[in-house]
């Protein structure tokens, strides 16, 4: 049964303002430090001053007998209360590093959680954190993770053996045979250095406790409530019902928010301890400390291609600096892994070879940041790929064009695995080029250098994995299923629409877009619809919003839960109207009989089923509500291609980006306005990390960019404007068409940037490798060169 679906307005793919940014722009959303609760204590936390060193003894006396102060917690006191929680994995030979919410024995890096004090203000929490006193035993430790992999270096986990928590490798025929046989070689090693997510709200806790139900609320600034329910039930034996997590207002994540932290264990810990409402909210220093950090990545790799510059072989082997603890969900695996699996991106590599080890390091651990992984390995691979055209003598351009992989090859599998599903490859490319007006620019840039200027143009493809479904974990290994998602939508007596999932928006438009399909699929008014989200009580079994999943996975349920909702809508009109379903059209918030002006609201069906009764016979009086799950199984392929245009003060060493385009396959759109606000976020981002941003430790483990005054982040004036290019190739593997596109802007940007700096400074004989490119870096690669020259 089905309503005459051609007749219903088209919600999908209209340009429709974000509904939330009403409260959010006008200063009215609620975010976790909104969160006023009764009679709650603040805590404030001893952190450690040594990347590594032994805990001799901690003396709280003065500050357990400071004014205000209500408890003082060490891990001594918490060892047989809390059991630590470990990141696991089915990957052989990986080891999941202890979790607790205070330093047991030993401090691990700089900033870790050591003593929890508690007051009634967090002022008062900060002044007694002055008066504890801890006997440290400053011990060896390999900053650099290349000495930390050595099998004599000092140990962080000496239960592990070894700072190798895991190695893997992805082989497929004999590259290193093909490679040492082809006419053209090219190789370079690869650094990324570390980065920080930096949201603009920093990480923040509030757990609620019940102690008639002896149950717990925890208010959490995360991408991950559900995973974080689970867990926490885990740790405290609690069933699910008496464990909530709720994700408010979320300022902002990028991964950094999407695992358990020590504060989020202790804060529930000390809630139910004590009795009281307990509540922690970040400074920015404890967020550039302490928050997980990412792409810290070494890679040698080699290219090999024929003479007319078509890949024949690729080999890599990369480090991961994975910080002091395998994070939780995800593991050590999670950037390094996808680091080597990505790596022969959207390309025909005949024959690969990529092996990677996760090494632990003294510095705050590493876990999910926009991009996971392959903002580096597209990094690699297409400064590769420059390098082999300019070794050839052929366009960079023309180079992508003979080996990206063709529609007719679609689905292919790549050589580390992965299975790429029809999408736009070469149309991306094509589009980006018509819209930056390539040739036009070359010709400028011939100009420009006639001058003398450096002046770089730098292209960047790319392919990911999105919206994975249950046959792939969204960390290598991870036993969690984070394949599937569900919708539950209801109507209630007033013909009002709640539709509830267990995604966490932080910042995507996730109220408006998740309103848009269903307003479509249901036949409701966009402003009778409600999205709850971001509450582990709103669905029976949800996990949260990471890896470009929520459009898809959600996306995909709440077409399923919509259209079963319909079905049910209709049959109650076609009592109230005397039509049959299939003669009825639900739009607007009313059914109608299809050419004629005989109708019905929803309010009206909606109170036929709950209040009037006699209207309607007993089997059409079912409640107005489904539940559907989704799941996409695999996931599916988005793809894109960035074109930068930049020069380079010959005085400053300043980068000024002048063009950039994006062409984009993000599969069907449900709002293009968004979508833009996606990929401009995500490019701003991935310019951070080329040009700006990098976490920075000295040889003793002390990190010296512990503020935005050392952490240089781009601002509004170093953001150039972005020319957006939809592509929108229905997904062929996905419900509704939808692709995930939230994390693409930061996988392009720095390749195509690091491309465009070594395009303008080829003249030189300067080639970029390590990003990101400072003023700095940037006049040691140029001195470097013209004292060769």
């Known amino acids: 049964m089905t309503d005459a679906a051609h007749l219903r307005p088209k919600m999908i793919g209209a340009s429709v303002p974000r509904t939330e940014d009403a409260r959010l722009l006008t200063g009215r959303g609620a975010f976790v430090d909104d969160r006023k609760l009764p009679d709650a204590l ?3 936390f001893v952190r450690s001053i040594h990347p590594h060193a032994r805990i001799r003894a901690i003396d709280a006396t003065r500050a357990l007998a400071a004014p205000g102060v209500a408890a003082v917690y060490t891990a001594a006191d918490l060892e047989d209360v809390v059991p630590p929680i470990r990141a696991t994995s089915r990957m052989s030979g990986y080891y999941a590093t202890p979790i607790l919410p205070l330093a047991l024995g030993k401090v691990r890096y700089v900033g870790e959680p050591v003593v929890a004090i508690l007051a009634e203000s967090r002022y008062l929490a900060e002044d007694a954190l002055e008066l504890v ?11 650099d993770p290349e000495t930390a992999a050595r099998p004599d270096a000092p140990l962080l986990h000496e239960a592990a053996g070894t700072n190798i928590l895991l190695t893997r490798e992805f082989k497929r025929g004999d590259a290193e045979g093909d490679i040492a046989m082809a006419p053209v070689r090219v190789k370079g090693r690869f650094r990324m250095r570390r980065r920080t997510p930096a949201a603009i709200e920093v990480r923040a806790c509030a757990a609620d406790y019940d102690a008639g139900r002896d149950a717990l609320t925890l208010y959490a600034a995360t991408q991950i409530p559900g995973i974080l329910r689970d867990a926490l039930a885990q740790i405290f034996d609690l069933p699910g019902h008496r464990l909530r997590v709720v994700a408010p207002d979320v300022g902002g994540g990028f991964g950094g928010k999407a695992s358990l932290y020590p504060e989020e264990i202790l804060t529930c810990l000390a809630a139910r301890q004590l009795g009281r409402a307990v509540k922690w909210t970040g400074d920015r220093v404890e967020d550039l400390t302490a928050t997980s950090q990412a792409f810290d990545e070494i890679i040698d790799a080699e290219l090999a291609v024929d003479s007319q510059g078509r890949v024949l072989g690729l080999t890599a082997d990369a480090i991961g600096d994975v910080g002091a603890y395998s994070i939780y969900p995800w593991t050590a695996a999670l950037e390094p892994v996808q680091v080597v699996s990505f790596l022969p991106g959207p390309y025909r590599v005949p024959s690969y070879r990529g092996r990677v080890r996760a090494v632990a390091t003294p510095k705050a651990p590493t876990g999910p940041y926009r991009g996971v992984g392959r903002p580096v390995s597209t990094f690699v691979i297409e400064r590769l790929m420059d390098m082999a055209a300019r070794e050839i003598g052929i366009d960079p351009l023309e180079i992508r064009r003979r ?3 063709a529609d007719d090859e679609f689905p292919y599998k790549v050589a580390s695995g992965l299975v790429w599903d029809k999408s736009g490859f070469h149309a991306c490319l094509e589009q980006a080029c018509a819209a930056i007006g390539y040739d036009a620019l070359r010709a400028r840039q011939a100009e420009a250098r006639a001058a003398g200027r450096w002046f770089g143009i730098g292209i960047a493809s790319y392919a990911e994995l999105t919206g994975i479904g249950s046959r792939i974990s969204a960390a290598p290994g991870m036993p969690i299923n984070t394949g599937t998602e569900t919708a539950s939508i209801r109507i209630d007596s007033t013909g009002a629409v709640t539709a509830a999932f267990g995604v966490a928006a932080h910042g995507q438009g996730l109220e408006t877009t998740l309103a848009q399909v269903v307003a479509e ?33 959600a996306g995909g349920a709440a077409i399923r839960a919509a259209d079963g909702l319909r079905e049910k809508v209709l049959q109650v009109a076609s009592h109230l109207l005397e039509a049959a379903p ?12 299809v050419g004629t002006d005989r109708s019905v609201t929803f309010r009206e069906v909606a109170r036929a089923v709950y209040a009037e009764m006699g209207r309607l016979p007993p089997e059409a009086r079912e409640e107005l509500a489904v539940t559907r799950n989704y799941d996409p199984i695999l996931g599916t392929t ?9 020069e380079i003060d010959p005085q400053t060493y300043i980068v000024r980006i002048e063009r950039y385009v994006v062409a984009e396959d993000c599969g069907r759109i449900i709002n293009p306005l968004i979508v833009d606000g996606q990929v401009h976020g995500g490019v701003a981002q991935g310019i951070g990390a080329a040009l700006y941003e990098e976490v920075i430790h000295d040889e003793n483990g002390q990190i010296l960019t512990g503020s935005f005054v050392d952490y240089v982040v781009p601002a509004a004036g170093d953001i150039p404007p972005i020319e957006v290019v939809h592509v929108e190739s229905m997904s062929p593997t996905t419900l509704g068409g939808f692709r995930g596109m939230g994390e693409g802007g930061t996988i392009g940007a720095p390749a195509a940037i690091a491309n465009a700096v070594a395009d303008a400074l080829a003249p030189l004989g300067v080639d970029v490798f390590e990003l990101p490119v400072t003023p700095a870096r940037l006049f040691r690669l140029i001195a470097n060169a013209q004292a060769r020259s």
């Not at 006193?133 to 900053?143: H, R, S």
């Not at 299939?582 to 009989?593: K, M, Q, Y």
Request: hydrophobic content about 45%; charged content about 20%.
């Open 42 to 44: 603040h805590v404030a």
């Open 133 to 143: 006193e801890i006997d440290y035993e400053a011990l060896p430790m390999a900053i």
């Open 403 to 405: 080996n990206l992989v």
């Open 521 to 553: 699929h249901l036949g409701a008014r966009l402003a009778d619809i409600r999205i709850v989200q971001g509450d582990s009580d709103a669905v029976g079994g949800g996990t949260g919003t990471y890896a470009s999943r929520s459009t898809v996975l």
């Open 582 to 593: 299939r003669d009825l059209v639900a739009a607007d918030g009313r059914v109608t009989v």
């Open 638 to 646: 988005s793809c894109a291609t960035h074109i930068a245009a930049l």
